[in-house]
Every structure is written in structure tokens, then in C-alpha cells.
């Protein structure tokens, strides 16, 4: 079982910055795949990207140059970096785990209960 808790979101303005946080609990986290999603209302969840066991990273292409994800295994938490924020990214951001290496949602595990983002005009 693995547990996840994001932290960091909130209010931002267009061409701003937030770093999210994920802290993880449970079973040994750095053999997790962690995962970063999005869900804008009334929209689908979204891959935003993942980090591997030894943080190789993969990005959806939307979001290339200006998220960045990392992990540190010794305080078992990822993050998410974003960068020149905009309106479209408001969303709910979660973090998830799984032991496959995916973008797909449906195999992660492991969620986490969201945290909001905003960006304003």
C-alpha cells in the first residue's frame, strides 16, 4: 500500500511559478514509477509526465520545457516544477505511483487526493 499527499498548490499568475509536491508513504517508494496527472474541469485526466526509480524522466509534449520533474528517495517525495504558467494549466494536480513504466493512467495504483492550481490572466 503506498500512500500519497501533493502539497503546493494554489494561486498563481499567468507566467508564474508553483513547485507541487507528492509525499509518499507505504512501501519502498523508490521502486515506484511516479506519476503526474492533471484534470481541468469538465476535461479528462491529462499525463503530464513521470519520473522512473532512477529519475529518468518522460513529459507529455504540451509540457516540455516548462514542467520538470524530480524525486528525492530519501525523503520520499517527487516534485513538479512548472514554469511560465498559464491559464490552461489551471487544474487539479494529482501524483500517482505504479510499478509499470506508463503514461497511461489506468496503471497506476496509487493516487493521491489533488491539489488545486490556479492561474490567473
Known amino acids: 500500500q503506498v500512500q500519497l499527499v501533493e502539497s503546493g498548490g494554489g494561486l498563481v499568475q499567468s507566467g508564474g511559478s508553483l513547485r507541487l509536491s507528492c509525499a509518499a508513504s507505504?512501501?519502498?517508494?523508490?521502486?515506484?514509477?511516479m506519476g503526474w496527472f492533471r484534470q481541468a474541469p469538465g476535461k479528462v485526466r491529462e499525463f503530464v509526465g513521470r519520473i522512473s526509480r532512477s529519475s529518468n524522466t518522460y513529459y507529455a509534449d504540451s509540457m516540455k520545457g516548462r514542467f520538470t520533474i524530480s524525486r528525492d528517495n530519501a525523503k520520499n517525495t517527487v516534485y513538479l516544477q512548472m514554469n511560465s504558467l498559464k491559464p490552461e494549466d489551471t487544474a487539479v494536480y494529482y501524483c500517482?505511483?505504479?510499478?509499470?513504466?506508463?503514461?497511461?493512467?489506468?496503471?497506476?495504483?496509487?493516487w493521491g487526493q489533488g491539489t488545486q492550481v490556479t492561474v490567473s490572466s
Open positions: 500517482a505511483a505504479t510499478i509499470h513504466t506508463s503514461s497511461a493512467a489506468s496503471v497506476y495504483d496509487y
Open positions: 507505504g512501501r519502498t517508494f523508490n521502486s515506484d514509477v
